[in-house]
Nanobody
Framework: VQLQASGGGLVQAGGSLRLSCAASGIIFSPKDLSWYRQAPGKEREVVATITSSGSTVYADSVKGRFTISRDNAKNTVYLQMNSLKPEDTAVYYC?????WGQGTLVTVSS
């Protein structure tokens, strides 16, 4: 199983980024999918989860700003991040079951 995350980068506060995570070697559609992040000096935390039926759950810190979605035909999960804040700066990871992507760095400048 491989998870390939992409889409991170440097953006100014208030800007937007869209992260993607493409999975291979796993049957994608019946699985819950999640995005996590880990800021420097902090523990990894869950940001958003989308279930196999399409239900979504968000951390309070990103509600109303981030949107998780999935395309089962492409085996890809997305994280649309709007109104970014400096405190969103972190390495973002996708996760399916016990499998993790390699992480993509998001840096938000003030």
């Amino acid at each position: 199983v491989q998870l390939q995350a992409s889409g991170g980068g440097l953006v100014q506060a208030g800007g937007s980024l869209r992260l993607s995570c493409a999975a291979s070697g796993i049957i994608f559609s019946p699985k819950d999918l999640s995005w996590y992040r880990q800021a420097p000096g902090k523990e990894r935390e869950v940001v958003a989860t989308i279930t196999s039926s399409g239900s979504t759950v968000y951390a309070d810190s990103v509600k109303g700003r981030f949107t998780i979605s999935r395309d089962n035909a492409k085996n890809t999960v997305y994280l649309q991040m709007n109104s970014l804040k400096p405190e969103d700066t972190a390495v973002y990871y996708c996760r399916i079951l016990r499998y993790w992507g390699q992480g993509t760095l998001v840096t938000v400048s003030s």
